[in-house]
Structure formats: C-alpha cells, structure tokens
C-alpha cells in the first residue's frame, strides 16, 4: 500500500512523487490535501493533491526540514506508511469569474495547478503569472502550458522571463488586460503583497495558506488562521481562503518563530 510509483526531481529544492493511494485518489477534488507519514514514528506532513488518476496522487514537497529529507530519501517501489485524506474543503468555484490570473511563487506553483486546472476545465480564460528565485525554481511549466491560455515568467535572478517577482508582471497584466479574479500561492509575504496590488485593481484574490499543521482534522488549532477578526482552521475551513480579511502579519509571525524552532530540531535529528 502507498507504494511509491514514480518520483522526479523538479530542482535542487523540490520533487514530485506519484503515490499509488487509492481511497484517497477516488474522493479528492480540487484543493484538498492529504498528509503523509514516511515511517510508523514519522512527523504529520500535510501536502497538496497536485493531480490524481483515480488510482494515484501526485505529491509535491520542498526539502525544507527533517520529515521531507527523510520522504525524498524514498525511492520508487518503497512504500509509505499512511497516506490519509482528502482533507481540507475543495477549492470554491467562483462561477461569475470568466477571465482568471493565476499568481505562482515557487512551490506554491503546486497547490496553485489543480485549482488553476479546473477552473480551465469549466471554461474559463486562465493566465499564469509564475516566479521563482531562478530558471530552475520554475516548476510544473509544461503542464501549466496544457490549460493556460498566456504564461508569464518571473526570476528574481533575471535568468528567465522579467527580472523581479511576480506582482511586477501582474500589475503590468492589469493595465492592459481585464481580469475577474486572481489566485495567489507561494510565500506569505507574495500572496500578502498581491492581495495588496489586486485591491488597487479592484480584483478578488484567493490564495491556498499552509501554517503549521499537526492533526490535518481541527483538533489541535495550530493551523489557525485570522480572517476578518474570526479564527478559523486552515485544515477544516481551508486551506483555500478569500483573501481580503487574511491577516497575514499574525501568520508570517508565528511562520517566523517555527522556521527557528524546525532549523534547531532538524539539525539535532540529523547529527543523531
Ligand atoms: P521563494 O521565496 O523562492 O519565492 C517565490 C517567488 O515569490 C519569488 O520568486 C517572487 O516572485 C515571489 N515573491 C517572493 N517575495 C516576494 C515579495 N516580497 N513580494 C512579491 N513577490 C514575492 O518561494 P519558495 O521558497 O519556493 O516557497 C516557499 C514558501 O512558499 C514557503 O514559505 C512555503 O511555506 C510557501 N508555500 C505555500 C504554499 C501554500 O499553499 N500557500 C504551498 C507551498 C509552499
Ligand atoms: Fe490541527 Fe488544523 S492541523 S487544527
């Protein structure tokens, strides 16, 4: 069970694997997640259904901390401990948005693509804007080609597309181009600069939010999330959000402070 089928290094940062999970893959739809556990004592990692096929799930993880070191240590034919999910909401269709921006930072490409995915396949206008910290951090671009009518690049190096981040080019797109709605995922301080840029061009933005998760079922409140004064959970009411009444300040802070903490615990992991 949870065999690992196939598995692709997307850059130096970033891999795909293909799961085969198949209660999962039967029930998930566009923004449900799952979460992961490499071995009987590993750590909870919540990641995006990127894609399925109705047997297997696709997987995206950046190699960030000890529990994705140890899952990129994997190799086809191993198996996964547990694969639970689909968790989280679907994404909400917007059924009055006709023409849609697309914003992806990184790996937010990858919670982005179904969303992005399904919007296209009801008919509606997509465009992508993408950005990374270089060429390489450009992920998913082919598959995106499938669906999206224009694909904007971003890098921060220069290496590839516009020299600058992604809402340097959105804002270009915007005064020329009418949009309805934009979906904004990566890191906090992107989709908190965009839904600032989209409020001056009077768009609604959606982004995808990925705080800390431990039990992915609203039971532990780590994963909590202030929006227009209210708590809600990003694992049950999410992780998918309109994104005007987010406040980003409270989850950059708290992001901040597990960044230090995991950075610390991982290295002792490690040196054991
Ligand atoms: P990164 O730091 O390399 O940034 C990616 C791109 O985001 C940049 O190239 C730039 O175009 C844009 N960006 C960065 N800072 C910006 C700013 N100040 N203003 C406007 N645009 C800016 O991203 P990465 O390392 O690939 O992504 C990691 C982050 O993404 C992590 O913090 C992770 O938590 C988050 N993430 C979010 C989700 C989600 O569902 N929201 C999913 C995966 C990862
Ligand atoms: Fe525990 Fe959401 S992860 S409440």
Known sequence: MYKIKKKQILNKDVELMIVEAPMVAKNAKPGNFLIVRVDDKGERIPLTIVETN??????????????TTLLSKKEVGDSLCDVVGPLGQPTHIRDDAKRILGIAGGVGAAPLFPQLKEYARLGKTVDLVIGGR??????????????CENIYYA????????????????????????????IAIGPLIMMKNCVLLNKKYKIKTDVSLNPIMIDGT???????????GETKFACVDGPDFPAEGIDFEELMARQNYYK??????????LEK
């Open 218 to 228: 609203g039971m532990c409140g780590n994963c909590r999330v202030t929006i227009n």
């Open 155 to 182: 890098t921060d190096d220069g290496s590839y597309g516009t020299k600058g981040f992604v809402t340097q080019v959105a804002e270009s797109l915007y005064q020329k181009n009418k949009y309805d709605l934009s």
């Open 260 to 269: 230090k903490e995991e950075k610390h615990i991982c290295k002792l992991k």
């Open 54 to 67: 109705g047997v297997d799930v696709t997987i995206i993880y950046q190699k960030l901390g000890y529990s």
């Open 134 to 147: 270089t060429k390489e951090h450009l992920i998913l671009v082919d598959k995106y080609k499938e669906f």
